[in-house]
């Protein structure tokens, strides 16, 4: 069973956020979805590189990247657990990707057509892995 690991650049600045993302961080855990913080003083290459060096698939978050809802994405999650190889979730900086750099990754997930600021990006990503998480155990934490 693999391991989904969502990467950050950078640990929250706003308290609100980041206590939130612990929250389901801590939930997340047993159920093989691990948070990883990257140092917010790499640059945006630094950075890219260390993501590129992950064993597995890395998918970038971007606003230009496959839609899904709820459902569609829990079963998404569902087959990254059963792969072999660990699922990479990348979040990335203030600033956005550069162009360049996503676009030669074709694995891109886009949270919504709207723009939000990346820690509430962050924030409603771990949201919808737990909401996944609990789909997929067949709980009532998704009422639609």
């Known amino acids: ?43 945006m290459n630094a ?3 260390q993501l590129d060096k992950l064993k597995g698939t890395l998918i970038f978050l971007d606003e230009g990247g496959e839609m899904m809802n709820s459902m569609e994405f829990s079963k998404r999650v569902g087959l990254w657990k059963m792969e072999a190889d660990e699922t990479h ?20 997930l886009s949270l919504s057509p709207l723009t939000f ?10 949201e919808q892995l737990y909401r996944a998480t609990e789909i997929l155990r067949g709980s009532e934490y998704h009422k639609a």
């Open 89 to 108: 979730l990348a979040i990335g900086p203030a600033d956005g990707w550069p162009k360049a750099d996503v676009s030669v990754h074709r694995n891109r």
């Open 47 to 49: 950075y890219v590189e």
């Open 117 to 126: 600021p990346h820690e509430m990006a962050s924030s409603m990503l771990v």
């Open 1 to 43: 069973m693999a391991r989904v690991t969502v990467h950050f650049h950078g640990i929250p600045r706003e308290k609100a956020h980041r206590e939130l993302i612990d929250m389901y961080a801590k939930r997340l855990r047993k159920r093989g979805v691990k948070i990883e913080y990257h140092s917010d003083k790499l640059s």
